[in-house]
């Protein structure tokens, strides 16, 4: 049994079914992907996961406690890092850590010393009296997380944490996410329209569409789903024309493209060897300066299995 | 620490934003009501202007008494405060009972009954049961003298020592008497006064308005998420932002209110009175902006209020114009049916009459509107659960 269990949740406006019938779990420890575009149907999830909406069906448990009948024990397990900037505007870094370090119980030596761990974390150190108004987007996303750190959660869930960012301030984000997990064991659930983001942090993913599960297990799992084929790409000195053409012929190989010296192969991942490559190559006088055996993204596995790309 | 949390974030903001909320709160708003206040003054030159109330009188009494009572009541000084009508027509209906006579020599209580009928008003009720006391209260005295002089005097004696007596009595008492109830319940407000309650109640509706737009962005801005995602039940988060938005509009009230004070232009009575004015028009406002912001959306929300800003500042600053046209029957609309009457009404009680039965039944009406409010509210906000926004 995972730390999170959702069982079969159902949520419903009206006639219109924002979520079907939807299961997961999710080990503790476990960086987890949740992905689909814009009104799939995340963010309903992620409401019922942290108790702000009830579903119409199914349940989610959360270390043993029902979200439902328990919801102040499974909050207090929860950090929620929510899309927006969730923050008071008026007052500082410092005065908002505050503000959400005593929703969570915390006070005296041990809240200033979780607001310092918090903020030296984020690289907001210096910030820290400042008012919340003078910062810039990033150093906004970066507080926003450490608001939700404080009381050490269990849980960390990301609602597209990075949106509207330099790619300074996100890398920042990745490298602690990644430390928080390892560190502290901390499950981290992580939203994104950004596949590389998600492919680069996420051990298990769930892909969610039009309210409905899509795909779901891990990454190499997910990946495997839309296809056989590995896609190899060798850069290659000083070999001769036909060389190609023999690579086209042995078995496995789908596709072979000649890009001035970088050859792209399509293969089988059941019928390919790679050794028949190589001698072809070699008895082509061919010297591989580098050889790179690459996965579908998961941009791609999306498109195939959903006819339409993430950010549509 | 969870309503620490929520009170000490309020108190931040506004300390750090304290130049523009007093600016917006306490100093526009004062200038406003001084400047108006100060052009307008000629229009508030304090004046006899108090109906006259119209009595009937039955007498069941038919003794010398109770004659002389009917005669004070309609001499020709009391016209100017009472008008004696037919029983029909009558606003106050005074019924001297049997025996009225008697019990002055008795020492008995028999007390006079003065019926308010629809058209009357019990404060003015209350000011005509004070002059009939006062009248007794001089008529028994002078019974009392005379009683005492027949006892022990020869005629003569008794002649001189009744003029002498009743030479001091009226040097005492006399007029004045009546010049004292008349002075005390014909005081109008100045026009400071009259501003300051004016710009007090669009003070109140701009803080109102402010509360409410806070409370769209807080839920635009996934704050609320974000808030309730803690171990945090509805039912605190909504008591805990009321506690922290009443503070906030008791403070501006306050600052309003006692810049006045200080000044000596307004707000002058009762300390006690006005600290519980000002808590429970406080409470009312907070309830207001928290029932807005819930039950309609943010375009609406702002539409109405602005709307009513603005029948209230008609209503106040046309106030004393039109009370001159046909009758008053505006400005009696006014009193009843501007968005801030029971505000305005009970502080002007406040400030004309100043004791606590003056202001108790808009003291109570203002409570109980709370309560109500926050009822809805609180039911509202727990069945909603922020899915509707």
Redesign the interface.
Known sequence: MGLIEVKNITKR?DENIVLDNISLSIDEGDIFGLIGPNGAGKSTLI?IM?????SNGGEVIIDGYSIKEE???V??Q?G?V???????E???AY?NL???G????L?GKLLKKRIDEALELVGLEEKRKE?MEKFSGGMKRRLNIA??LLHEPRILIMDEPTVGIDPQSRNHIFEFTKKINKENNTTIIYTSHYMEEVEMLCNSIFIIDQGQEVAYGSKKTIKSMISNNDRILLEVLDYKGEMILAIKSLTGVNECIDENGLIKLLVDKKDFRLEPLLKVIESHGGQIKSINFEEPSLEEVFLALTGRRLRD | ??L??FV??AF??II??FLPLIFTFSIFPIILGLVTGYFNEDMFVPSADMPVMAISIIDRDNSEESKNLIAFLESDEMKKLVETRDEEEGEYIITIPSGYGDSFLGNENIPIKIDVTDKGSTRQGSVLAEIIDKFNEEMYLGLCIQENIERKFNLEEKETLYQKIYGKFSNIYGNDLIENVIVTTKKSLTSYEHFSITFLSYMLFMVISSLTNGEYVVR????Y?????????ETQYFNYNLVSSYLFVLLFNLLYVFAYRILGLSFTGSFTLLVMILIVQSLLGTMLSALLSLFLNKRIAIGVLNVLIIVQLISGVTYRSLSKIGNGILANMIDRYSPDALIVNTYKNYLIYGDFNSIKTGLLSMFLVSIIIYAISLFGFKRK???AW
């Open positions: 406006f409401k942290t108790g702000l909406w009830d919801p102040l024990k909050k207090e929860i929620l929510p899309q927006e900037i969730a923050l008071f008026g007052i500082s005065d505050e503000f959400f005593y929703l969570y119980g006070k008012k608001c939700a | 620490m969870k620490f949390a000490k974030s931040k903001s750090k934003n635009e801005n996934d704050l998420s974000r808030i309730m995602a803690a171990p945090i039940t659960r922020g899915v």
